[in-house]
């Protein structure tokens, strides 16, 4: 199974909006509401943000969103902050009834 | 609240078998939750190794099919994870996570294995 396409780096200003990008296939990311976000600060478990697309857990910001459109999902952060500097992960159940990654994406704020 | 701690051990010579185990405490094994793997390379992304119910039923990453087994103990306190023919290319930090439906939401600190003569 391929990893998710995601962008390798993110740059933003503190207070901007930034999005990230998912990219699967019909047969991962679009064929299924089972999308999740992780957030992996340097040396740290991942720290789960958003699940089953949109669902944001008990404790993560409202900063944070989630949303799907085909075969992309994107992870929304609005007001950055520093503490948001990170490596962000997609991930998606599959066809095969296995799960996948993305390829990570790096967040600066700038 | 659930806590995970994984262990085994930190060396792995080239071509054995790693085993490594994740306590579970403050949480039921058997509330309806699988227990998975992850792991993730120096450097690099994370990868799904695979998932397993308290039942034994389990879900692996087709790329490593042929050599991960997991299992839970009797106990059902602990989940395990072994890793036949071991190379420089499983040198990683691997995590043991509780995954609720298709999601990560917990996770240990994970426990790095090197493989080295």
């Known amino acids: 199974q391929s990893a998710l396409t995601q962008p390798a780096s993110v740059s933003g200003s503190p207070g901007q909006s930034i999005t990230i990008s998912c990219t699967g296939t019909s047969s991962d990311v679009g064929g299924y509401n089972y999308v999740s976000w992780y957030q992996q600060h340097s040396g740290k478990a991942p720290k789960l943000m958003i699940s089953d697309v949109t669902n944001r857990p008990s404790g993560v910001s409202p900063r944070f969103s989630g949303s799907k459109s085909g075969n992309t999902a994107s992870l929304t952060i609005s007001g950055l902050q520093a503490d948001d500097e990170a490596d962000y992960y997609c991930?998606?159940?599959?066809?095969?009834?296995?799960?996948?990654f993305g390829t990570g994406t790096k967040v600066t704020v700038l | 609240q659930v806590q995970l701690q994984e262990s085994g051990p930190g060396l792995v010579r080239p071509s054995e078998t790693l085993s490594l185990t994740c306590a579970v405490s403050?949480?039921?094994?058997?509330?309806?939750?699988?227990w998975g793997w992850v792991r993730q390379s120096p450097g690099k992304g994370l990868e799904w190794l695979g998932h397993i119910y308290h039942t034994g039923s389990a879900h692996y990453n087709p790329s490593l099919k042929s050599r991960v087994t997991m299992s839970v103990d009797t106990s059902k306190t602990h989940f395990s994870l072994k890793l036949t023919s071991m190379t420089a290319a499983d040198a990683a930090v691997y995590y043991c996570?509780?995954?609720?439906?298709?999601?990560?939401?917990?996770w240990g600190q994970g426990t790095l294995v090197t493989v080295s003569t």
């Open positions: 996570a509780r995954v609720d439906v298709r999601t990560f939401d917990a």
């Open positions: 991930s998606s159940e599959t066809s095969s009834s296995t799960l996948v």
């Open positions: 403050g949480f039921s094994m058997t509330s309806g939750f699988f």
